[in-house]
């Protein structure tokens, strides 16, 4: 019994991440550096269990640590090391440890060497970068002048690094890392990412069932993002290859119940599956928008090699457009409404025929907030895809505002051109 123990308390390690700044809490900057760390952490076996957002006041980063304490092993804060008045974290972190403040020599040298390496002298306000609390170590800064602070303090780990997004992840990955993976041992965690496109998230949820019960190992998360879907498989064990098994087994029971609503894996995205499997069948594709602007195009177009199979992208807006660029009949228009069937089919045949590409996606639909009938609401848009194969064509209504209707949209059409390449 207390061998479990033990393993237990070895298995806890836990942080808690303190993000300090006004910009954060005014709208100005949103703390990706919670994300960040909050990812990293969770890498390596030490789970995040808590964040805390604190304006530049010191009894309030105080109050922050003192919480994040209470919560966890690891205390990570970010921001607020900079040389200004505003810049607070090296005191409170004095106060918070009880120790003074001391100036190092080293440090402040450091802090000159890298102002002379510019050509510049050391301002004054500077100075105050070399202190740190008696009994803390200094983190090397490569890329600023603001050294990050490490100090062990009844059981607890307080780690400050500057806000700046580029500094904190090279200190963090160089100093940080290393630190706490030793911290971590006797926990291996395996993490994968599934990505599906093609239903909402309670639909998922009823597919997998007591998969993804909360306090499950390996532990299921799901999040949403403008249609897709990701699946996180977070498997913990003792070593590395017990957890990549686990999560190994996890993945194929997701795609069995999934099936080809799972696209890709990791950070993939869907154009960047649907460009894979063009160049692979070395087919090409053209593009006719309406309501989306060029959004689809932008999506293929951010892809790196996807002038193996993009030709050409139309953004026919105006009806005249429509007719002129593509040849649709202006009758067309008229008897059926720019937005339609009829006419989404048109415009995808028309594009295919005018590049002759393999392929053509047509976007047409109302985008809002503007332009809706009683017929034709808000977000109705009509996709087509054409090929010899014969052309689909699918409508659907996306609620929401004019850009995530948009990028709906354009997701929802390459989903469909991508169960029509895996065929
Ligand atoms: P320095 O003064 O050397 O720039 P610092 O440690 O004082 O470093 P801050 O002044 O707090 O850092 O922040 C610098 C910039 O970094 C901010 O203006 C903001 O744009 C960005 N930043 C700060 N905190 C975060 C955060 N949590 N997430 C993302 N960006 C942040």
């Known amino acids: 019994l207390r061998l479990g123990l033990r393993l237990k308390s070895a298995f806890m390690k836990k942080a808690s991440i303190v993000n300090i700044g006004n910009e954060l809490l005014n709208g100005q900057t949103v703390s990706t550096n919670t994300a960040y760390l909050g990812e990293k952490l969770l890498s390596i076996g030490i789970p995040a269990v808590s964040s805390y957002i604190i304006t530049d006041d010191i009894d309030s980063i105080v109050r922050a640590f003192n919480l994040a304490a209470d919560d966890a092993d690891i205390i990570l804060a970010t921001g607020g090391l900079g040389p200004t008045d505003d810049d607070l974290t090296r005191e409170a972190m004095a106060k918070f440890l009880n120790k003074e403040l001391q100036l190092q020599d080293e440090l402040l040298q450091k802090i000159k060497d890298f102002f002379t390496s510019r050509e510049r002298q050391m301002p004054e306000k500077n100075k105050v970068q070399a202190y740190i609390p008696a009994g803390a170590k200094a983190i090397a800064n490569n890329l ?67 998969l993804m019960q909360r306090g499950r190992n390996p532990l299921i ?22 957890a990549v098994r686990m999560a190994e087994r996890d993945e194929k029971s997701l795609r069995d119940k999934l099936g080809e609503l799972i696209y890709g894996t990791g950070e993939q995205g869907l154009a960047e599956v649907v460009g894979e499997k063009l160049a692979q069948q070395k087919k090409t594709l053209a ?86 009938s009683e017929q034709k609401p808000v977000g109705l848009v009509y996709i087509s895809v054409d090929s010899d194969n014969g052309c689909d064509t699918k409508h659907q209504l996306f609620f929401g505002d004019r850009e995530p209707i948009q990028l709906r949209a354009a997701q929802t059409a390459l989903n469909m051109l991508r169960l029509r390449l895996k065929n």
């Open 287 to 372: 593009v006719a928008e309406s309501c989306t602007g060029g959004t689809l195009a932008k999506l293929l177009t951010n892809i790196a090699g996807a002038s193996k199979y993009f030709t050409y992208g139309w953004i026919t807006y105006s009806n005249n457009a429509k007719t002129t660029e593509l040849g649709i009949p202006a009758d067309l228009i008229e008897k059926y409404g720019a937005v339609s069937e009829q006419v989404a089919q048109a415009m995808a045949k028309g594009a295919r025929k005018k590049a002759s590409t393999d392929f053509a996606i047509a976007i047409t639909g109302i985008a809002g907030p503007a332009g809706a």
């Open 144 to 210: 600023g002048t603001a050294p990050g602070i490490m100090a062990e303090a009844n059981d607890k780990l307080l780690i400050a690094l500057p806000g700046v997004p580029l500094e904190m992840k090279q200190m963090f990955e160089e100093s940080v890392l290393p630190k706490l993976k030793r911290l971590a041992t006797g926990q291996a965690v395996e993490i994968r990412k599934l990505k599906c496109f093609g239903t909402g998230e309670s639909n998922i949820a009823e597919l997998l069932g007591p």
């Open 221 to 242: 998360n799901c999040t949403a993002d403008c249609g897709v879907i990701t699946l996180t498989i977070i498997a913990t064990a003792e070593d590395e290859n017990k």
